[in-house]
């Protein structure tokens, strides 16, 4: 896809995105240069479904070189942690959004075994073919509002070398008895919970102003340490998981598990509206127990929607929510999937995504998210969201930009008085920038021996 000009609402968002950052300081500003350039590298993400330097370099038609891109994201001294924050300020600001919900949740992305130079890339299960791949883990922390879902923040997480090489010896020495020293924590390696409660205190700081109703988190993050400071960060907010089967609790003067508890239970069958959209019928039940492992009591339901064999613990640490309520926001979670979803396919992340260092893994993710931000100002979904209407997908809208910068690209080709000369101008520049690189699929060139009998050697066969 050939890029011409940035979009207006492109260039519209990032001098708002500028408007805001010089509320964190004068001399945080951007220049007319640098906004012009993350202007464009948006604008390439949009059209080429890839953060990839050199096919920014090749779609712009050399209108930005691929040392250029590569100096702004690597080398330059552009504060991204203000581009990100700033970002999530204006949409807020644009659609007047003075509540939400949080919900912290990983990804993981498969990277080549030989990977050397990528940052925080380690070995992971594969989810997909239950084997071990190499991989980068990334923990996102999404706001879902009545109106809009953005992406507010993110960190990569790496588990600590020390303490993973003493569980392979651990497991390695259960067989003789002696195990080794358990090794201290590592600070600088933090897990996913803990990277989820410095997301939500940085979400704390940079937007004081939002009421938040709840945090959503998966069953990774049901554990007493997240559900007792989370609630602490934002004061005694609800905090909604999802415990496994096995967990035991307080019954009588003894323990159960909350199966086998709800097992000798009723539940009852009724509908359920699932994201404030359609209902369906799922058979509930609800107590408010004492959790063994979290020491406190939850509002702990037992879930299983029509047609599924399986049941779900959904847990609320706040007891004055009803189990309708609490229901109802434990169906947003689907929300974190299809936000990951739209990442990987449509916002640069899923191939050519080479990024090399630290800063080079922080600083093309950013350009990622601001993307997300910007579709959300699309002349279009503004005005189906003003208007209280279903709003556009990633797909639909990145779908229909690529077909109005074609459009765009050809008209100007059209009007242009002196067609001949362009044409050729354009031509040497199509060359100049497709540069033909050597394939080694193909044998023409290379001495490949003789391989055929050798005459001299016919008596040793007879």
Not at 209 to 229: E, H
Not at 341 to 363: A, F, I, M, P, W
Request: charge should be positive; hydrophobic fraction near 35%.
């Amino acid at each position: 896809m050939l890029i011409g000009e940035p979009f207006p609402f492109i260039t519209e968002f990032v001098e708002s995105i500028n408007d805001a950052i010089k509320e964190y300081g004068e001399n945080q500003r951007l220049s007319s240069t640098r906004r012009y350039r993350i202007s464009f590298c948006i604008m390439a993400i949009i059209m080429t479904d890839t953060v990839c330097r050199a096919t920014s370099e090749r779609a712009g038609l050399g209108r930005y070189a691929l040392a250029a891109l590569s100096w702004m994201l690597r080398r330059s001294n552009i504060r991204w942690e203000f581009l990100l924050c700033s970002g999530v300020s204006h949409i807020l600001k644009s659609y007047g959004i003075t509540e939400g919900t949080l919900a912290p949740d990983d990804s993981e992305k498969k990277r080549s075994e030989n990977t050397k130079q990528i940052s925080e890339v380690r070995k992971m299960k594969d989810k997909k073919t239950d084997g071990y791949i190499m991989g980068q883990s990334t923990v996102f922390l999404i706001l879902i509002t009545p109106i809009v879902t953005v992406p507010v923040g993110f960190m990569f997480q790496m588990p600590d070398p020390e303490l993973t090489q003493w569980n392979m010896m651990k497991k390695k020495s259960e067989k003789s008895g002696c195990c080794p020293k358990k090794p201290p924590k590592n600070p600088a390696y933090p897990t996913e919970q803990e990277i989820a409660l410095i997301l939500l205190k940085r979400f704390r700081v940079c937007h004081p102003t939002i009421r938040l109703q709840c945090v959503l988190a998966d069953n990774l993050y049901c554990c007493p340490a997240f559900f007792g400071k989370a609630t602490g960060i934002f004061g005694k907010i609800q905090v909604i998981s999802q415990i496994k089967c096995n967990q035991n609790i307080r019954y009588r003067n003894g323990k159960k598990c909350v199966k086998d508890f709800f097992s000798s239970c009723s539940c009852v069958s009724q509908k359920i509206s699932i994201r404030g959209g359609g209902e369906v019928t799922a058979l509930i039940g609800s107590a408010r127990l004492h959790v063994c492992s979290h020491r406190t009591g939850l509002s702990v339901i037992a879930l299983r929607y029509e047609g599924e064999e399986d049941v779900r613990y959904p847990a609320a640490s706040d007891l004055t929510w009803r189990t309708e309520d609490i229901v109802r926001a434990y169906t947003l979670r689907w929300l974190i999937g299809v936000f990951i979803h739209d990442r990987k396919s449509y916002e640069g992340r899923s191939t050519l995504t080479k990024q090399r260092g630290d800063e080079g893994s922080e600083r093309t993710l950013i350009p990622s998210l601001l993307t997300d931000h910007c579709l959300l100002l699309h002349p279009g979904q503004r005005c189906r969201m003003n208007n209280r209407l279903p709003a556009i997908t990633v797909g639909s809208l990145i779908g229909k930009s690529k077909a109005e910068c074609l459009f765009v690209f050809i008209s100007k080709l059209m009007s242009d008085e002196d067609d001949k000369n362009k044409l050729d101008e354009l031509s040497d520049t199509v060359n100049k920038i497709f540069r033909m690189s050597p394939s080694e699929k193909h044998m023409v060139g290379r001495y490949l021996g003789n391989p055929a009998p050798s005459p001299s050697l016919k008596y040793k066969a007879a």
